[in-house]
């Protein structure tokens, strides 16, 4: 992800909204730019223009999805905590959760033929 996406896109992460001009001052670059990425993060659906208020435009996440590494910083930036698996009691007690995580969203998890070894928990602080 382009450095000025991903600034944009974790700004809005971390707030119900912000303003064009407050993205700007945020992120600092030129409002051509400002709108060439804001323009690429709403095409992926990540982001919209929520509401107009004359000429100003509030902006906000609309899907909040995983960011990719840098390679810099394995931690993702909307890391709340993470909890190591180690203890094959905590693993037991994730696995049995996930199983049950995974029936209830219809996804397939394969558990039996990997090794947990940390459970990473995302979202967005209030």
């Given at each position: 992800?382009?450095?000025?996406?991903?600034?944009?896109?974790?700004?809005?992460?971390?707030?119900?909204?912000?303003?064009?001009?407050?993205?700007?001052?945020?992120?600092?670059?030129?409002r051509y730019n400002l709108y060439h990425h804001l323009r690429k993060l709403e095409k992926l659906g990540l982001v919209m223009n929520h509401r107009d208020q004359g000429r100003t435009r509030w902006w906000c996440v609309m899907d909040r999805v995983p960011l990719p590494t840098d390679g810099a910083n394995s931690e993702s930036d909307n890391t709340i905590a993470s909890i190591d698996l180690s203890n094959p009691r905590v693993q037991a007690a994730a696995r049995n959760m996930l199983r049950e995580l995974s029936?209830?969203?219809?996804?397939?998890?394969?558990?039996?033929s990997t090794t947990l070894e940390s459970l990473e928990i995302t979202g967005r602080r209030k």
């Open positions: 992800m382009h450095p000025t996406r991903r600034a944009l896109y974790v700004a809005l992460l971390g707030a119900d909204e912000y303003t064009t001009v407050q993205l700007q001052k945020l992120v600092d670059v030129d029936t209830l969203s219809g996804n397939t998890l394969d558990l039996e």
